[in-house]
């Protein structure tokens, strides 16, 4: 089994480079998936069932806000727990050398599902549609700009931004966390229109270093 140390120098390698020690948000994030990988591995468990595991229970995320009041908390953690499971997929295939260029494709399908599905989980909760719309439409805009410059040449990560998938994760969880603790669907109001103002700015910032790499 490696260790917290080989594994974190293995996602480099498979992140173009990256070192998630560089990023103290990420390296804990990874740290921690780590340490909750190590007996899914031991186990033998396949990186695919977890990896649907995740998308599951972020839906199931999306089916407690529906609920509204008090269960918005509970949808909260379902989010964190979906965003555990979406990491763990990617260490356990590493732990295991499982590590294929089709887990890749499925894991990122996976985690745009996912990240639907918390949008989905506040406009449950209260959000206006259009404001879940756009942030919706902001991410997969990220997204698609990060795979086409890979397939344009630019091998790295290129840049961590402010909106990566653990932000998506800790911003929706704290708006649905708050909503259900305070028991008023405004903070849903206010978690959509942060998926949009970090979606822009995480857009731009993605987008300056495409640019200035490619056009290198």
Excluded: K
């Excluded at 260490?91 to 294929?100: E, G, I, K, P």
């Excluded at 639907?116 to 449950?124: D, F, G, P, R, S």
């Amino acid at each position: 089994m490696l260790t917290r140390e080989a594994y974190l120098d293995t996602w480099a390698g498979l992140h173009g480079g990256y070192d998630p020690r560089s990023n103290r948000l990420v390296g804990g994030w990874l740290s921690l998936t780590y340490v909750v990988a190590r007996p899914l591995a031991g186990r033998g468990v396949p990186p695919d069932v977890v990896t649907g595991a995740g998308v599951l229970v972020s839906a199931g995320a999306a089916a407690l806000a529906s609920l509204g009041g008090r269960w918005w908390l509970l949808a909260a953690l379902v989010v964190v727990v979906s965003g555990l499971l979406d990491n763990l997929d990617g260490a356990v295939a590493v732990l295991t050398s499982r590590s294929t260029a089709w887990g890749f494709v499925l894991d990122s399908v996976a985690d745009r599902l996912s990240d639907l599905a918390y949008l989905v989980a506040l406009w449950l909760a209260g959000a206006p549609g259009e404001s879940c719309a756009a942030g919706g439409a902001l991410m997969l805009l990220q997204e698609y700009v990060r795979a086409r410059a890979g397939a344009g040449g630019m091998t790295e990560v290129g840049i961590v931004t402010v909106w990566e998938r653990p932000t998506r994760v800790i911003v929706t969880a704290a708006f649905l966390g708050s909503a259900g603790l305070l028991d008023d669907g405004a903070w849903a109001d206010l978690g959509a229109a942060a998926w949009v103002g970090l979606g822009v700015v995480g857009l731009v910032q993605l987008t300056w270093v495409v640019r200035r790499r490619l056009r290198g």
